[in-house]
């Protein structure tokens, strides 16, 4: 079944320290997205691709940096600029092509600065 | 930018209609939808309406889409414990071709 997959579910980070949130999907989308979701509250769009070896920031991408060297994998860095990481990271991918590109999410990974 | 709005909370008895309501931005957007977020995971595609209908129904969902006012409503009938979520309307803003999403509805369903 074709699908996004997010990886781990939870992470913990201690200050100072940079991790790296993975997302893979195999439905042969050419954008993907990174939200951040904080509780009781929306999501922020933190960097987004829409083809291979090009992305763009998003409202919030201070202290985050993103990577996109296969159509498949997009993982987000959450580097220790990031002064209040605490939150749930949600990766997403659409098509680029015709009028319906409703985007398709991954399960989310919770991260906690410990 | 210009904002997709909901209101943050509904509470309704199980058993009874929920209408879910939203004010989107973007008069030429073609298609609106409507995420379902559970606690701890992420968005679910619950349904989705073309701009040039009025109103699609699937199954216990019904949306209902005015144009003129640009407003947006998701009815779920019969509502159930299983309904409690996170719902979230967005629309596609075509040349960003990207989605625009609003603040989210938390909906508590009460036995």
């Known amino acids: 079944d074709g699908g996004i997959t997010q990886s781990p579910k939870y992470l913990f980070r201690k200050e100072g320290q940079n991790v790296t949130l993975s997302c893979e999907q195999n439905l042969n989308h050419d954008a993907m997205y990174w939200y951040r979701q904080d509780p009781g509250q929306g999501l922020r769009l933190i960097y987004y691709?829409?083809?291979?070896?090009?992305?763009q920031k998003g409202d919030i991408a201070e202290g985050y940096s993103v990577s996109r060297e296969k159509k498949e994998s997009f993982p987000l860095t959450v580097t220790s600029a990031q002064k209040n990481p605490t939150a749930f990271y949600l990766c997403a991918s659409s098509v680029m092509w015709g009028a319906n590109y409703g985007y398709t999410f991954g399960s989310g990974t919770r991260l906690t600065v410990v | 930018g210009e904002d997709v709005e909901q209101s943050l909370f509904l509470s309704v008895r199980e058993g009874d209609s929920s209408v879910i309501n939203c004010t989107y931005t973007?008069?030429?957007?073609?298609?609106l939808y409507w995420y379902k977020q559970e606690p701890g995971a992420g968005l679910q595609l619950l349904t989705y309406i073309f701009s040039n209908m009025d109103m699609k129904q699937d199954q216990r969902l019904t949306v209902l889409l005015n144009k003129k006012d640009k407003h947006l409503s998701l009815r779920i009938a019969d509502t159930q414990t299983g309904d409690s979520a996170i719902y979230f309307c967005a629309e596609n803003q075509g040349s960003a071709r990207q989605l625009t999403f609003g603040s989210g509805t938390q909906l508590t369903v009460l036995p």
């Open positions: 973007d008069s030429s957007s073609t298609y």
């Open positions: 691709s829409q083809i291979v070896n090009d992305f």
